[in-house]
DNA sequence: CGGTTTAGGTCAATCATGTTGACACAGTAG
DNA sequence: CTACTGTGTCAACATGATTGACCTAAACCG
C-alpha cells in the first residue's frame, strides 16, 4: 500500500494532468469550432503534418481508431483541399497523406497555440523543470 | 516566430501529453466498463472523494459541464449506492455529496491504478524529474 | 494460375456523452 | 411578496465513437 501523504501527492499529480489536457485542448477546439471542424480534425491534420505521406492505415494506428471513425472527417479534410492523397509508388492501393498548404497553414495555426500554451508554461517553470517534465512524460507513455 | 527545432521540441511535448493522457486514462476506463460506467463516473466518484460534501452546484463547476449532462451518471451512482447524498445543514436546498463505503471502495481501486502508473513514471524519472514535472503542470494548468 | 491477405471505402445500427432550451419546485434573501 | 438560487427533469439534437457486414482493388504466395 501506498503511504496516506504520497497518495495526497499523486492525486494532486492527477488533477494537474486532468485539467491541464483540459487546458492544452481547448483553444484549438474554440478555433476548430469556427469552421466546423472537431477535435479529429486536428488529430488527424496534426499526424499528417508529422509524418508527411502517411498512410491511411498508419493514421488508424497512430490514432487508435476505427476506420469508420477516420474516414468522414479524413474524406472531409480532402474535400476541403486541406490535404492530399497520392497514390502509392510501390503498393498502389496505399494512399500516402499529405497536407497541402491550406492544411499546412490551418495546422500552422492550431498547433501553434498549443506550442505557445506549453512554451509559457516552460518558461515560467525554467529549463530544468522543463527536462524533468519531459523525462516524466516519456516513462508515462512508455509504462 | 519561434525557432525550428524549438517548434520540434514543442511538438514532441505535445504529442507525449496526448499520449500519456490517453494511456492514462484507458486502464480506469476499462475497470468501468465491466461495471457498465464511464469516465463521468470515475470523474464524479474522484471529486465526491476529493472534497466531501461537495454540492451539486460545486461539482458542475469543478466538472465543468452542464446540469443535465451530471444529473443522470450521478443519479446512478445514487441509485446503485456509491454515493450518498444529505441535505444541507445551512441551506436546505443544496446536497451535500459523499462516498459510501463501498464508492470509496471503488474509487480507490480507479485510481489506484492511476496512482501507480503515475508513481512508476515518477520512480523511472527521478525525484528532481518529478519536481520538475509539478512544476510546469502547474505552470500549465494556472496559464 | 488461384486463393488469401491487405489497404481502403462505405452502409447501417447503435451507444456514449455532451449540448441548449424550457419548465418545475423548494428554499433563501431582499 | 418577489427575485434569485439549487436542484431535477423532459425533449431535441449534435458529435464522435463503436461493431458488423460487405465491397473493390492490389499484392502476396504457393
Redesign the pocket.
Known sequence: MIDLNRQAQLRTAIESLYFAYRGFTDRPDRM?ERR??????H?ILYFIGRRPDV??????DL?????????????QL?EMGLVA?VE?T????????RLTAEGQRLEAELTGAQMKHLQAAFDSAGPAAEQGWRDVMVALVEG
Do not use: F, T
Not at 36 to 41: E, S
Not at 63 to 75: E, H, I, M
Not at 90 to 97: A, G, M, S, T
Open positions: 476548430l466546423g471542424l472537431g477535435r479529429v480534425h488529430r498512410s491511411v492505415k498508419g493514421l488508424l490514432l487508435a481508431v476505427s476506420k469508420q471513425a477516420l474516414n468522414a472527417p479524413l474524406r480532402l492523397a502509392g510501390e503498393d498502389r492501393r496505399v494512399k500516402n497523406l
